[in-house]
């Protein structure tokens, strides 16, 4: 449910350009009335005003799909699918309402300032009218899977898709997918030894085998008989050994930022360094070391908060977890002829700045699938949807609405 509700705003002459469409000045305009619609709607329009501060933009990024005319009516649907101590994230997807056509779609991320320009915790009544935070917003479900529990997001209902993370990431790294693909069944795992997933001790409870057949006993307690399974990197690892061991579970492919070929020697010896670096210093050190090679340059120079949550997600693996996670790596299989043999729609997606599974490694694995499209997100690095969550969820989003 969004505290803000949904708001029709109609198009007037005096905001569209020569050529009678809505320009760009109006439309963000047209965004920030029906912000204030809503809260004069709800709480008052002086919600901020009267707790000493003001909700000022840090980003926009909106994408056009379709144009709008005077007089068109519109409607506003504002979500909040970012929240932090000063900070919050909404996303507006604007649609025409004669025909639901979506006409744009805006991620807007606000800094809460005080009297004097400076970033302030959020005060409470207004933390109380945007809903909890999204970590502890959506209580995942315990799913029981061969010798743990695994903690899983599931989310609204549809096409099931099935969201499976990287290393070391968690299943926030799909957060926006999860957010916004309202269209979908969104089931996001969390893999054995990460997060709130039961973490076996020894590293030979960790294998390709394993976390493959937790997706599965994933898909079983949800009820789910055939999904899309979308992976990041590992998450892509891991189904391709599902696509060995069951391949009738699955209806479609997403395969975002990741590759089919086996570890190098060299990139084996990186793992061995990596398993020093785990069990001497702990995960913080292990993705200070992974960071660099992570995130696009315009990531790291333009959205700081990324390089923040992905430590985050990082800290949540336990050593055990992250020991077990890097021997599955180093002595994964090479998964060409897998990936020659897949039937289904697959989409690849690629950030074009990916310096571990490059834009050229992807569009010579799509090249592998009959039919595969291949689609480069671009200013991503190797973590597209969290770099680039508009771009990608569309991607995404236009590749799920042409599935059977
Ligand atoms: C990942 O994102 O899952 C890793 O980069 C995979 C890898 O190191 O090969």
Same mark, same amino acid.
């Given at each position: 449910m969004t505290p803000f509700g949904t708001i029709e705003l109609t198009v007037y002459p005096y905001e569209c350009d020569a050529f009678g469409h809505l320009n760009q000045a109006a439309l963000l305009t047209l965004l920030e009335r029906a912000r204030w619609d809503a809260l004069a709607r709800g709480p008052g329009m002086d919600l901020f005003d009267r707790n000493g501060v003001w909700p000022a933009v840090r980003k926009a990024t909106i994408e056009y799909r379709a144009p709008a005319f005077a007089r068109d009516v519109l409607r506003v649907e504002t979500t909040v699918v970012g929240r932090g101590t000063t900070s919050m994230t909404l996303r507006h997807v604007v649609r025409r =309402?004669? %025909? %639901? =056509?979506?006409v744009a779609e805006a991620e807007m991320v606000f800094v809460c300032i005080d009297r004097v320009g400076r970033a302030t915790p959020i005060p409470d009544e207004i933390a109380r009218f945007l809903g909890p935070r999204a970590s502890g917003g959506h209580q995942p479900i315990r799913v029981p899977a061969g010798d743990v529990e695994l903690a899983v997001d599931v989310r609204g209902e549809g096409l099931p898709v099935l969201f499976v993370h990287g290393f070391p990431f968690d299943r926030t790294v799909w957060r926006h997918q999860l957010a916004t693909l309202s269209r979908v069944r969104r089931i996001a795992p969390n893999f054995r030894g990460v997060g709130n997933s039961g973490a076996p001790p020894g590293a030979d409870g960790y294998s390709l085998t394993r976390y493959a057949d937790d997706l599965v006993a994933v898909l079983d307690a949800v009820g789910v008989r055939q999904a899309v399974l979308c992976g990041l990197s590992m998450g892509g690892y891991v189904i391709f050994e599902l696509l060995r061991r069951h391949p009738e579970r699955v209806k479609a492919l997403i395969l975002a930022d990741t590759k089919p070929d086996p570890d190098s020697a060299e990139a084996k010896r990186g793992r061995e360094e990596l398993t020093q670096v785990a069990r001497r210093d702990g995960q913080d050190a292990v993705i200070e070391r992974l960071l660099p090679r992570l995130l696009a340059a315009a990531t790291q120079a333009t959205q700081p908060e990324v390089a923040g949550q992905v430590r985050e997600m990082a800290h949540r693996w336990s050593v055990p977890g992250l020991v077990g996670a890097l021997r599955t790596l180093r002595d994964r299989p090479d998964s060409t002829d897998t990936l020659r043999g897949v039937r289904v729609p697959t989409l690849v997606l690629v950030g074009s700045e990916d310096q571990i599974a490059p834009p050229d490694t992807g569009r010579a694995m799509a090249q592998l699938i009959p039919g595969a499209q291949c689609h480069v997100v671009p =200013? =991503?690095?190797?973590i597209a949807p969290l770099e680039q969550p508009l771009a990608t969820s569309r991607a995404v989003a236009d590749f799920l609405r042409a599935i059977p």
């Open positions: =309402a004669s %025909d %639901d =056509a979506t =200013a =991503a690095g190797h």
